[in-house]
T-cell receptor, first 115, second 114 residues
Framework: AQSVAQPEDQVNVAEGNPLTVKCTYSVSGNPYLFWYVQYPNRGLQFLLKYITGDNLVKGSYGFEAEFNKSQTSFHLKKPSALVSDSALYFCAVRAVYNQGGKLIFGQGTELSVKP | DAGVIQSPRHEVTEMGQEVTLRCKPISGHNSLFWYRQTMMRGLELLIYFNNNVPIDDSGMPEDRFSAKMPNASFSTLKIQPSEPRDSAVYFC????????????FGEGSRLTVL
């Protein structure tokens, strides 16, 4: 079975400071990992994904994420947060063997960036 | 390019009524997913289709829910009869043929059952 855990319901950061949104996963075999962002009353937007290769993945809006196989983690990071980054962030996992593409999401983390 | 298109964006109905939510995936995508989002349960996968064929409907809550994909450009999610606990935002998403591909989401249909 596949599962994703986002241990923090909310993360508060001051503008200009670095941010980290945590994600751990559980899957049989190798994972494909994804981050999405959701703004109020909108659908989810793709930020970045890890498929294979370099453990540090760069994505949209200056975000990046680091895949750590030994810790089964895929934390989202940004060196300098913006107020406009305030949104709901979702981590998701798909097992490599799952040819159907089923994607399982975490519960989401509310990021609040204050000026 | 048009993204995933869902309708209606908002639906308010009374308990016991039939609700039909509609989705048009991105042209050329061959996988379609229906998710439900609530505060209590987060994002739940209800059902997904590959090449118009339902692959996994284990997330469908009960027999009141049904989904169809009669062709590659259209899918429906139907609730009959609706209940207040069905109130949620329902998202449709589609994906291309690559297994490494990301999902593209629609803007969602917010359902309120009174």
């Amino acid at each position: 079975a596949q599962s994703v855990a986002q241990p923090e319901d909310q993360v508060n950061v001051a503008e200009g400071n670095p941010l980290t949104v945590k994600c751990t996963y559980s899957v049989s075999g190798n994972p494909y990992l994804f981050w999405y962002v959701q703004y109020p009353n909108r659908g989810l937007q793709f930020l970045l994904k890890y498929i294979t290769g370099d453990n540090l993945v760069k994505g949209s809006y200056g975000f990046e994420a680091e895949f750590n196989k030994s810790q089964t983690s895929f934390h989202l990071k940004k060196p300098s947060a913006l107020v406009s980054d305030s949104a709901l962030y979702f981590c998701a996992v798909r097992a490599v063997y799952n040819q159907g593409g089923k994607l399982i999401f975490g519960q989401g983390t509310e990021l609040s960036v204050k000026p | 390019d048009a993204g995933v298109i869902q309708s209606p964006r908002h639906e308010v109905t009374e308990m016991g009524q039939e609700v039909t939510l509609r989705c048009k995936p991105i042209s050329g995508h061959n996988s379609l997913f229906w998710y439900r989002q609530t505060m209590m349960r987060g994002l739940e996968l209800l059902i997904y289709f590959n090449n118009n064929v339902p692959i996994d409907d284990s997330g469908m809550p009960e027999d009141r829910f049904s989904a169809k994909m009669p062709n590659a450009s259209f899918s429906t999610l139907k609730i009959q009869p609706s209940e207040p606990r069905d109130s949620a935002v329902y998202f449709c998403a589609s994906k291309g043929s690559s297994n490494t591909g990301e999902l593209f989401f629609g803007e969602g249909s917010r359902l309120t059952v009174l």
